[in-house]
Structure formats: structure tokens, C-alpha cells
């Protein structure tokens, strides 16, 4: 007989993931933003069952976008779901290009582990990407802070897919690779 599941660091994490959040608003969406760490775990969750992925997976935006920090989520989840969160946590110090760059170069040299948490953040985000451009259009590129729009937000996800190679033969991965070239074209750059 199988084990039933061990939900408890995922369901801390969980209910962490939703207070940090409260109040906040998924950027033109009118929804709250914590379903899109939701989306993300659901994600990871499609590759593994690793409670601690699946914490850092919901966990992934509460150091860049709350007044969390990493040393919390260290001291309440451990230090290698704050290593994977770490690894998605942007300096927003430096500009929209160099963030975007710093990223690509850090998921080249990650491990495995911190793919599989990136694949449920950015998948997530190009599944938002490509639904709002099949309603708006070119309209879309506005919202985003890239200094050149649609022509840097390609750069970055097609870089992504590149830095996110080693996840291909998964679902994501290849959900990603489907959605990428139905919203910005297929490419010969890959």
C-alpha cells in the first residue's frame, strides 16, 4: 500500500505564499497575484512530487515582491527551498535588460532542481503572455518596463528556453517551446 503524501511543508508554504501576498493584484489581470505561484507549483508538480520544489515553486516571488526575506524563508523552510527561491529572486537594483540577463546566466549554471522551479514561474508567466496577446494584440507590449517591448520580452523567453534546455522531454518544457513560437513566431535562433 503507498504512503499517503506528506502535504506539510508544501501546505506552510502555502498558506505563507497567500498572507506575503494579500492585497496584491496579478499586474493587469483583476485576480489576486498568489495564483500565479499557485500556477507555478502546479507546474512543478507535474514533474515532481519533492515537497521542498513544490514549496519553493509558490514561495518563488515572496523575497522579490514582499517585504519577506530570504533568511525567513530559510529559518521557516529550510535552507535548500531558500537556495531554490534564491535562485529566482531578481536584484532589482540593476536595469530590465541586466536583471533579465543575470537570470538567463544563473538557470544556464543551475541544477536541476532550480530548472524545475523556473519552468513553473516561466512557463506560467508565457501561458499569460500568449493568452493576453491573443485578445489584445500588440496592445499587450505596453505593459511590460522593457525599454524596446515585444522585441526584448522575445529575447528574454527565447534565451529562457535555451537556459531551460536541459528540462526538454518534460511537459513544461515542451509547453513552453509550443507557446513561445505561437506567440512570437518560430525562430532559427534556437
Known amino acids: 500500500m503507498n504512503q499517503p ?9 502555502a498558506t505563507f505564499a497567500v498572507e506575503a501576498h494579500r492585497g ?3 499586474r493587469g489581470k483583476g485576480f ?12 512543478v508538480a507535474s514533474v515532481t512530487n519533492d515537497p521542498e520544489l513544490l514549496a519553493a515553486a509558490i514561495l518563488h516571488d515572496t523575497v522579490e515582491d514582499t517585504d519577506v526575506t530570504i533568511d525567513q524563508i530559510e ?12 535562485t529566482e529572486t531578481a536584484d532589482k537594483s540593476l536595469s530590465w535588460r541586466e536583471r533579465r540577463q543575470r537570470q538567463m546566466d544563473r538557470f544556464a549554471a543551475a541544477d536541476r532542481d532550480s530548472l524545475i522551479v523556473a519552468i513553473g514561474d516561466k512557463l ?17 507590449w505596453s505593459r511590460f518596463h522593457a525599454p524596446q517591448g515585444k522585441v526584448d520580452i522575445e529575447w528574454y523567453y ?26 512570437f513566431g518560430t525562430s532559427d535562433h534556437r
Open 124 to 140: 506560467s508567466n508565457l501561458r499569460a503572455i500568449a493568452n493576453d496577446y491573443r485578445r489584445m494584440g500588440d496592445e499587450l
Open 24 to 26: 496584491t493584484e496579478r
Open 158 to 183: 527565447r534565451g529562457l528556453a535555451k537556459a531551460l534546455a536541459a528540462l526538454k522531454g518534460t511537459i513544461p518544457y515542451s509547453e513552453y517551446l509550443a507557446l513561445l513560437n505561437a506567440t
Open 5 to 13: 503524501l506528506d502535504t506539510t511543508l508544501f501546505d506552510r508554504a
Open 32 to 43: 489576486p497575484y498568489v495564483i500565479h505561484p499557485m500556477e507555478a507549483a502546479s507546474i
Open 75 to 86: 529559518a521557516l523552510f529550510g535552507p535548500r527551498v531558500a537556495r531554490l527561491v534564491n
